[in-house]
């Protein structure tokens, strides 16, 4: 896959390598997202990175809202918090959100909703209200310009494939930045070990 050894625990660059290995075997333009990540993935170290808020540190539990190809970003983001932040987190379809995890809405849970898609920007605002009428805490993560307190901002690709690599690997260093600010093991998780280092 030409990445290099995965020196950590919790496996980053060997995710982003078998998703690229993965849209090669299935025909995808794998050149263009690789032109486009190294164009992009600059720029989340110098104008994106991920600032936590003070605030977010104190959750052990979140959810990750997103549809689309943004819920597997979020499937991957969700076990980075685990194995990085030891935050119990799970990626949930927006669409899903009034069937099952309303109920667990309260200020000890923390909801991000990942929006990539302007298309779907106004269903998911509807859903973030949702979740704030519940005294949900919401954190939004998007690459589109939004009115709303607590948003994190990530570069805008040309292409749903490149968002969703650059997102994933958004959610890579929000895990990573939030461990530290947890101040967790982040290169070796608690209980977790690689399979070739035992």
Same mark, same amino acid.
């Given at each position: 896959?030409?990445?290099?050894?995965?020196?950590?625990?919790?496996?980053?660059?060997?995710?982003?390598? =078998?998703?690229? %290995?993965?849209?090669?075997?299935?025909?995808? /333009? !794998?050149?263009?997202? +690789?032109?486009?990540?190294? *164009?992009?993935?600059?720029?989340?170290?110098?104008?994106?990175?991920?600032?936590?808020?003070?605030?977010?540190?104190?959750?052990?539990?979140?959810?990750?809202?997103?549809?689309?190809?943004?819920?597997?970003?979020?499937?991957?983001?969700?076990?980075?918090?685990?194995?990085?932040?030891?935050?119990?987190?799970?990626?949930?379809?927006?669409?899903?959100?009034?069937?099952?995890?309303?109920?667990?809405?309260?200020?000890?849970?923390?909801?991000?909703?990942?929006? =990539?898609?302007? %298309?779907?920007?106004?269903?998911?605002?509807? /859903? !973030?209200?949702?979740? +704030?009428?519940?005294?949900? *805490?919401?954190?939004?993560?998007?690459?589109?310009?939004?009115?709303?307190?607590?948003?994190?901002?990530?570069?805008?690709?040309?292409?749903?494939?490149?968002?969703?690599?650059?997102?994933?690997?958004?959610?890579?260093?929000?895990?990573?930045?939030?461990?530290?600010?947890?101040?967790?093991?982040?290169?070796?998780?608690?209980?977790?070990?690689?399979?070739?280092?035992?």
């Amino acid at each position: 896959m030409n990445c290099d050894p995965e020196i950590g625990v919790a496996a980053t660059k060997t995710v982003t390598a =078998t998703m690229l %290995t993965l849209l090669s075997i299935a025909g995808g /333009n !794998v050149s263009k997202i +690789k032109r486009s990540l190294k *164009k992009n993935v600059p720029l989340l170290f110098d104008e994106y990175y991920p600032k936590i808020p003070k605030w977010v540190k104190n959750f052990d539990q979140a959810f990750l809202f997103g549809n689309g190809l943004t819920y597997y970003c979020n499937i991957e983001g969700a076990l980075k918090l685990k194995e990085m932040a030891c935050v119990h987190a799970e990626s949930i379809y927006a669409t899903e959100v009034k069937h099952g995890p309303l109920a667990l809405i309260n200020e000890k849970m923390l909801s991000i909703f990942v929006m =990539t898609d302007k %298309t779907q920007q106004k269903y998911i605002m509807e /859903n !973030v209200a949702q979740v +704030k009428s519940r005294g949900g *805490k919401v954190l939004i993560v998007t690459n589109n310009g939004i009115g709303e307190d607590n948003v994190l901002k990530i570069p805008n690709c040309s292409d749903s494939f490149s968002n969703a690599f650059l997102t994933t690997i958004y959610l890579q260093l929000f895990a990573w930045e939030l461990g530290k600010v947890r101040g967790t093991n982040i290169d070796k998780p608690i209980n977790l070990a690689k399979c070739v280092t035992v």
